[in-house]
Structures are given as C-alpha cells and as structure tokens.
Nanobody, 120 residues
Framework: QVQLVESGGGAVQAGESLRLSCVAS????????MGWYRQAPGKQRELVAV??????NYADSVKGRFTISRDKAKNTVTLQMNSLKPDDTAVYYC???????????????WGQGTQVTVSS
C-alpha cells in the first residue's frame, strides 16, 4: 500500500504565504514525478506544479509565485506559495507517479487533499 499525506493548508489573507508538504510512504520502488493539483468549487482539478527528472513545470497562473521542491531521500514534495491571491483558493492535492515494484508500470497516487483559503 502507498499513502500520500499532505499538510500545511489553511486560511490566509491575500499577499501572504503558505507552504504545503506531502510525504509518500509505503511500498515504493521508484517515483517518477511528484506534484500538486488543485480543485476549486465548481471547477475541474488542474495542475499547479510538477517536478520530474526533466525539471519543474508550473501552471501559468502560479509562475513566479509558487515554488515546488522535492526531497527524493524522504519521498517528500513541498509547494511554497507566496503572494497568494483569492483565486488560489482550492483544495490542493498531492500527486505521485510511482511504481511499487520493478515489474509494474507506474501509477498515479493521490493524497486526501488540503484546503487553502485566501481572503481579500
């Protein structure tokens, strides 16, 4: 079994910062990528940021404000969110593309989500 557990969400005012963390645990052979998605009420889940062997990718709406980083040794990924805006309000989900064994193709795993609320 694999678990992704997020932490760090909360309620802040516009312009403030939050730091989200996610740790993957369980029977993990390798992790190809880790990232963050978000889903606002009435909207589809969207990619916020992802980190792979090839580098980092960000949604245009968060470029220059959010920074994703990963600690491979600890199977963790963090999202530093600065200059938060009300439009950033959403449930943020951690995602990992990983394999549990060397003989199985990687699959996507999700955390339970953490609420981020930004007030104006």
């Amino acid at each position: 079994q694999v678990q992704l557990v997020e932490s760090g969400g909360g309620a802040v005012q516009a312009g403030e910062s939050l730091r989200l963390s996610c740790v993957a645990s369980g029977s993990i052979f390798s992790i190809n990528s880790m990232g963050w998605y978000r889903q606002a009420p009435g909207k589809q889940r969207e990619l916020v940021a992802v980190i792979t062997a090839g580098g980092r990718n960000y949604a245009d709406s968060v470029k220059g404000r959010f920074t994703i980083s990963r600690d491979k040794a600890k199977n963790t990924v963090t999202l530093q969110m600065n200059s938060l805006k009300p439009d950033d309000t959403a449930v943020y989900y951690c995602n990992a593309d990983l394999s549990m064994t060397p003989w199985v193709n990687p699959s996507a795993y999700w955390g339970q989500g953490t609420q981020v609320t930004v007030s104006s």
